[in-house]
Structures are given as structure tokens and as C-alpha cells.
């Protein structure tokens, strides 16, 4: 079941966010990334929040959010997390196709990724199957904490 997040729901997506980024494979952030931080920008109900939930207990959880402020907040962005345990259950695509639907009936023109990390096959392969296409490649932009600086991919979908 996917569901709007509540306020009590925050911790749980907080916790799914925090051990992505400490897995250094697919977020931006690094372990010194707080909680304050990721609260400002991601985890906050100002941002259009679902979490997932399998035997009563959230495995997964998204987040949309403007892409950038003013002129650019027509096109949405968006996180996704799967519990480690969950991961290649289906639950990614279920949040993305539902995450689609949302932006949509939220008002958005598309949707951005600004940084699919290019060795994440999985993510990619799944994006595109929803219709994503990649617009622009960062050649090592990201720094991959197993295989070094691996490129970024920018990814879009219209809306």
C-alpha cells in the first residue's frame, strides 16, 4: 500500500534516506549529511511525501519536490528509497509509477533527475522503462564509494 506520509511517518523516511546516503552507491550526500539538512530540503511535509507499506511496516517511501524554484518549479524532482531488505520486490516501481501520477495531478510538466548515478543499472533500466529519457551525461559526476568517479546521468520525463 502506498499512502501520504504523516508526521509520524518522517522518522521511518528519514531512516530509509539516511542509510542510502551511507551506502555511498546512489545519493549525492555523504555520511556527514544530517538530518537537519536532509529535513530542510527532502524529509518535510511541505514536499509531496509517500511511504510503502508491506506487513504494517514501511519499507518504502518518495519524495517530489520543485526541481528548482520560481520560473523552474513547474518540473518536479524526486528520491526514492526501498529498505535493503525489500530491495527487487517490485516496490521502486511501484513508488516511481506512483510518483508520476502524483507530480501529474500536482500540477507538474515533467519530471528531472539531476543525477542518476550511470552504474546503478537497476535505477536506469527502470527509469527508462517508465518512459524516462537520458538528456545529458556528467562524465564522473558522481563519486562512487566502491568503483570511484563513475558519470551521472540526467534523466527526464514529460508530464
Request: charged share 15%.
Amino acid at each position: 500500500m502506498i499512502r501520504p506520509a504523516e508526521i509520524q511517518d518522517l522518522e521511518r523516511v528519514w531512516q530509509l534516506f539516511k542509510a542510502i546516503i551511507d551506502e555511498g552507491v546512489y545519493f549525492a550526500y555523504d555520511h556527514t549529511t544530517t538530518r537537519e539538512q536532509i529535513e530542510a530540503s527532502w524529509v518535510n511535509l511541505r514536499n509531496l511525501v509517500y511511504v510503502a507499506e508491506e506487513e504494517g511496516q514501511i519499507v518504502g517511501a518518495y519524495i517530489v519536490k520543485p526541481n528548482q524554484p520560481g520560473h523552474g518549479a513547474h518540473i518536479a524532482n524526486a528520491a526514492y528509497m526501498v529498505d535493503t531488505g525489500w530491495r527487487g520486490s517490485g516496490i521502486g516501481r511501484q513508488l516511481g509509477a506512483h510518483s508520476l501520477l502524483i507530480a501529474k495531478d500536482a500540477g507538474y510538466h515533467g519530471m528531472q533527475f539531476n543525477m542518476v548515478v550511470s552504474s546503478n543499472k537497476g535505477a536506469v533500466h527502470l527509469w527508462q522503462s517508465l518512459g524516462f529519457d537520458i538528456i545529458g551525461t556528467v562524465p564522473g559526476g558522481f563519486h562512487h564509494a566502491g568503483q570511484g568517479y563513475v558519470d551521472a546521468y540526467i534523466m527526464f520525463k514529460k508530464l
